[in-house]
């Protein structure tokens, strides 16, 4: 899950593939970044060319794949917090580029065709063709979104000394084939760790936000640039998975009155962070 992510507000700035993500700003003395790197499911017409599922698979695969709402999960926590958190935001689906994982072999997705740009679907199915080059799409997405993020984590230890990544997710309530540990318990919400990005204080106050959580099952790991990563003890991260069927119709549906309640839980959470010094 680690990997190097600046971009304008608007993510406008001119850097190729700088469109793809928005960087809201917060309260200037807030640590806190909100990332959200799973919620759209924007395909540019160039990139839906190159997958070869027709229009109703794509649509069917988006509903899978997709971190349905949880922008909006953000939005309303950064709205509800006493202190604003900055919020990372993806434009596009991770059908495009998954800015998450690693680009090379050290992701253990790869083996199930879902590196950095993904080649098989949620169940296996071919998504591109054998032999596709995965280069180009890396130039222009995966690098601007890593160097974006890498640069909005410098601006936080800047500006306040220190830098709490939450990677906001969400899964779904019955395991999909392409997950390499799906066996495991599936609690209301996952909490993510990492030794030495989660220390005990952000996960306990986790643990207080949200309630019937467990920790690093399905899913495990968070979201670290990797210029800071393992090296870096004023970065602090934790991936918040929220177990779809606590907020909307899966897969792919409408968000429920759940949403709200997960969006005040995550606010908790931020403002708690946000006073611990």
């Given amino acids: 899950m680690n990997e190097t992510p600046r971009a304008d507000t608007a993510g406008t700035?001119?850097?190729?593939?700088?469109?793809?993500?928005?960087?809201?700003?917060?309260?200037?003395?807030?640590?806190?970044?909100l990332h959200v790197p799973h919620s759209s499911r924007a395909v540019p017409a160039d990139v839906r060319a190159e997958i070869l599922l027709g229009d109703d698979a794509l649509e069917r695969e988006l509903d899978h794949i997709t971190d349905a709402h949880t922008a909006e999960i953000a939005a309303t926590a950064a709205a509800a917090a006493g202190t604003a958190p900055w919020r990372f935001v993806n434009r596009l689906s991770r059908l495009v580029v998954d800015p998450e994982r690693f680009p090379d072999e050290r992701e253990e997705m790869a083996a199930v065709g879902m590196g950095a740009v993904y080649t098989r679907t949620t169940h296996r199915a071919a998504l591109r063709p054998a032999g596709f080059d995965p280069?180009?799409?890396?130039?222009?997405?995966?690098?601007?979104?890593?160097?974006?993020?890498?640069?909005?984590?410098?601006?936080?230890?800047?500006?306040?000394?220190?830098?709490?990544?939450?990677?906001?997710?969400?899964?779904?309530?019955?395991?999909?084939?392409?997950?390499?540990?799906?066996?495991g318990p599936r609690p209301p919400v996952c909490l993510g760790t990492d030794a030495f990005h989660t220390p005990p204080a952000l996960l306990d106050a986790a643990r207080e936000a949200f309630g019937g959580?467990?920790?690093?099952?399905?899913?495990?790991?968070?979201?670290?640039?990797?210029?800071?990563?393992?090296?870096?003890?004023?970065?602090?991260?934790?991936?918040?998975?929220?177990?779809?069927?606590?907020?909307?119709?899966?897969?792919?549906?409408?968000?429920?009155?759940g949403a709200a309640a997960l969006g005040a839980a995550l606010a908790e959470l931020v403002d708690a962070v946000s006073r611990t010094a």
């Fill in 13 to 33: 700035n001119g850097t190729p593939g700088a469109s793809s993500f928005h960087l809201l700003p917060g309260a200037p003395d807030s640590p806190v970044l």
């Fill in 135 to 183: 280069a180009p799409l890396i130039d222009r997405y995966f690098a601007p979104y890593a160097a974006g993020m890498a640069g909005a984590v410098a601006d936080r230890l800047a500006a306040t000394g220190r830098a709490v990544v939450i990677d906001v997710h969400s899964y779904p309530s019955a395991p999909l084939p392409y997950e390499l540990h799906g066996d």
């Fill in 213 to 257: 959580v467990g920790t690093d099952s399905p899913f495990a790991g968070t979201y670290v640039p990797l210029a800071y990563y393992g090296r870096e003890p004023r970065v602090h991260a934790l991936m918040v998975e929220i177990r779809r069927d606590l907020y909307m119709r899966e897969p792919g549906g409408a968000a429920g009155p």
